[in-house]
């Protein structure tokens, strides 16, 4: 049978579902009479259903039928330097989504295409050509993972507990998934949307987003098109990462740290290990780098748009906290040194200095002809790469040290977050709808990098939220060991952005609200 409408929105609600609209909602969500015939499949048939692996979870006997050769998170779409990317696991993720979305790839009023090879380009057409359009961003690449030091191996795509384990399911696969799984949703609904979109999925964010997303950008600007606003991955709903802050928040991200990434190449005469020089290129060049190391830059703690964060959740913190986050004129220096003591919240005071890669010597008998180091700082808003460099240069202080630029790029622009901001309101609704627990949403500095950065000449609304709750524990998952997303919250993640392509329909402005229950 075919699928019953989705019951959506009624006009006279604007962003917000009439109580009686959302219970239609949450039937048509979990009804699996809603989804084609599935035939009687048990749970033996797939294994355990898990959102990533079998790419969806709403509609769990719809996808039984349709899932049985892999998942998103058991391609290795690895990306390992610009231009440097596993192909055949990015085709694979091709072919992969046109299996399970043939909505998306089928429907007349959505158009796709291959950019760069490998990224997807989404043009979803709606009714009202006067209202801009705006924009979804996603990238299905992830960073290498080995199996050493996981439960499960990082590509395995497995269940434990209720989490679904595996490399990509925090960055970023469970936004690619959740977007395309959302429209999907919404066409098999025969939703067709007012104001028209743009899903983006990169195929190399995590190394510059060169060949995707900045493809993606340039097409568009040579056609004209200008967004009404721009949702990324990024911050995230926060719980415990921060003391003394009782009930969660989320931090949307209106702008992000810039980033330098430096080569440090030290040479030196080769010759026999018996009568060594005092010292070698390898020698030099770890005192460089420790130099660096115990030298952190200087803080700049509420010079830059964290102040806004801080001020704005002030009275989220318990007392005396509290007092102390709304008066940080005072209190800055203080707190300060707090938020330096762990790394996560160190990485909002200052530029950050992280020495990722480290080579040297050829035989344990030879006196190394050279050793070279990456080091990368990501820079506060408040600082440019020019001054990051002289400071670098004169922490180094040894000519020895050959200092060359790979990539450099300063803070991005902050977006805006007041009360007419269409994008940052239409998010923060979202967010408040779908994460009720939440006590504020705030505007935040993205400490990590995205793809939104290449589209700026297109919008000056970007904002970089990832529908995801993160405790502090989990922080270091992300590119770590043991990423892994509870299948309640990657459902949480379709959901927001089921609401998210709904509420950007209205022409009107949402009103900023702190909670549901104002509505
Ligand atoms: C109350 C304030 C506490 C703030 C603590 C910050 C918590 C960090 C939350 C999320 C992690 C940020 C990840 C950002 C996305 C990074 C995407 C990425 O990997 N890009 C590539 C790169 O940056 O190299
Ligand atoms: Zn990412
Ligand atoms: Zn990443």
Known sequence: PEPSPLPLRSRRGLLGFGVQEKEQLREALTDPLGCPPCGPETSEDVGPISALSYGLVLERAWLRKQLHNGGAIRIPTVSFSPGNVTTTAMEEFGAYIRKVFPRVFSSSFVHHEVVGGFSHLFTVHGSDPLLQPYMLLAHLDVVPASDEGWEVPPFSGQERDGFLYGRGTLDDKNAAMGILQALEFLLKRNYKPIRSFYIAIGHDEEVSGRDGARKIASKLESAGVRLSFLSDEGLAVLDGVMKGIERPVALVGTTEKG????????????????????????????????????????????????????????????????????????????????????PSTNALVRTTTAVTLFQGGVKANVIPPFANATVNFRIHPAQTVEEVLELVRATIADDRVKISVQEAFNPLPVSPYDEDSFGFQVIRHTIHEIFSEVGAVAPGVCIGNTDSRHYLNLTKNIYRFSPIWLKAEDLSRIHGLNERISLEMYERGVQFYLHLIQNSDTPELPKAHKSLHEL
């Open 259 to 342: 980033s330098i990434t430096l080569t440090l190449t030290v040479q030196s005469v080769p010759g026999h290990s018996s009568f060594p020089p005092k010292e070698t290129s390898i020698g030099i060049l770890a005192a460089a780098v420790s130099r660096l190391e115990q030298n952190p830059l200087p803080s700049l703690f509420g010079k830059g748009p964290e102040l806004a964060t801080f001020e704005q959740l002030a009275t989220q913190f318990t007392f005396p906290l509290n007092i102390v986050m709304a008066n940080l004129w005072l209190f800055a220096p203080i707190v300060a040194r707090i938020l330096a003591w762990k």
